[in-house]
């Protein structure tokens, strides 16, 4: 079992930027894919960007060229620098964890982000 902890959410006016982080109590290294997620009220959760093993990495269109992921196993992190936020981008975000064999599938907790002026 793997516990995923996000941090770094909080109220920020448009166009700021924030670093959400997510820690591991475990090892990342042996996850195929980690990943963050969001869920905006009233809506269904979305994927944000992914990052594989191999550092790979996959955006949502709507955050493509102002989101990075990024991954340190060595600290069993895994970031999202968001920047150009914009008021569309308010919601939950959630932390996810993968793993292929096994089929194991990990989420946080959820950190909030409300980008409004």
């Known amino acids: 079992q793997v516990q995923l902890v996000e941090s770094g959410g909080g109220l920020v006016e448009p166009g700021g930027s924030l670093r959400l982080s997510c820690a591991a109590s475990g090892s990342i290294f042996s996850f195929n894919v980690m990943g963050w997620y969001r869920q905006a009220p009233g809506k269904e959760r979305e994927l944000v960007a992914t990052?594989?093993?191999?550092?790979?990495?996959n955006y949502a269109d709507s955050v493509k060229g102002r989101f990075t992921i990024s991954r340190d196993n060595a600290k069993n992190t895994v970031y999202l620098q968001m920047n150009s936020l914009k008021p569309d981008d308010t919601a939950v975000y959630f932390c996810?964890?993968?793993?292929?064999?096994?089929?194991?599938?990990?989420w946080g907790q959820g950190t909030h982000i409300t980008v409004s002026s």
């Open positions: 990052i594989r093993t191999n550092g790979f990495t």
């Open positions: 996810n964890a993968y793993k292929a064999v096994g089929g194991f599938n990990y």
